[in-house]
């Protein structure tokens, strides 16, 4: 079989990974990232993207789930807040059903927010603080340039090959010195080299999994600074981890935690704890000398 060349580097240097759900995943070997090594059934994968998916795959329509999206998006915001961004107008791509747009919006941003899902946008729009969420691409929705200065990506990068169309979009839409944040799984990481087909970021719909070298180099490439990078605690509960290994069994330890949703009680299930298997996080700004990406 003949592989393809790397989505993110454009080198063609594949290396065989592992296969998953009847996807070849390779490694690029320049880059480190994973990415499917032929390319990509949208067909199939516009299936998985119907109305339910969401709830389907587990990020909505759950209280344990909503408590942790609160808990990780105060902490993001916490981080953004620190590096200064010029104003409080603040976007999140995939939104799901406005759990963190509806947080952000407590802690006082101006929030909207882009989601694929016609059902899951409409969720969000009735979030209390919520100004807009648009359903459909974020290239398409009807956002002014350089208006924006803050715009959030959680779990959404992978899902977009090639990506640099989306990044070019995004650095437009800020202003000069506004900061992008991207949380996606590590393709480079420990945890994805030694667990493989059953690394719990692994999906049919995740086309390109960056390494973190890959990721710097696509952000300045598109004009951007990075400004931080590090791993992406987030907060999570047993409850949510359970429920993730009940709708998704591949993933390793899934019995184990399974096993703990029967057998403990509702406090412990619900406790908040810092959790990572293999993410990572970047921030990075838009150079307030209006530098465009480059083609």
Sequence with gaps: MTMRRCPVCQTCEPREFCTHAGVPFVRCASCQSLYYG??????????????????????????????????T????????????????RFIEVG????????????????????????AAAEVARQRPGVR???????EEAPLADGQTDVIALFDVLEHIDPPQGTLATIHRLLRPGGLVLIVTPDGGSLSARLLKAHWPHLFVEHVVL???????????????????????????????????????????????????????????????????????YVIARRGRTGARPHE
């Design 38 to 71: 032929v390319e990509p059934d949208w067909t199939r994968i516009a299936q998985i993207y119907r109305d339910d998916y969401h709830r389907l795959r587990g990020h909505s329509d759950n209280p344990a789930v909503e408590a942790a999206k609160r808990a």
């Design 73 to 88: 998006m105060l902490r993001y915001l916490r981080l953004v807040g620190r590096l200064g961004p010029p104003g409080h």
């Design 95 to 118: 939104c799901s059903a406005g759990a963190g747009l509806a947080t952000a919006a407590a802690a006082g941003w101006d929030v909207a927010g882009v989601e694929l899902s016609a």
């Design 132 to 138: 807009a969420v648009y359903t459909g691409r974020l």
């Design 210 to 280: 960056f390494s973190r070298r890959a990721l710097r180099r696509c952000l300045e490439t598109a004009g951007f600074q990075v400004a931080r990078m590090g791993f992406a605690w987030k907060r999570i509960n047993l409850d949510m981890l359970a429920r993730h290994a009940t709708i998704h069994p591949h993933v390793v330890g899934g019995a184990l935690l399974r096993t703990f949703r029967r057998v403990l009680p509702g406090p412990l299930l619900r406790l908040d704890i810092p959790f990572n298997i293999g993410e990572f």
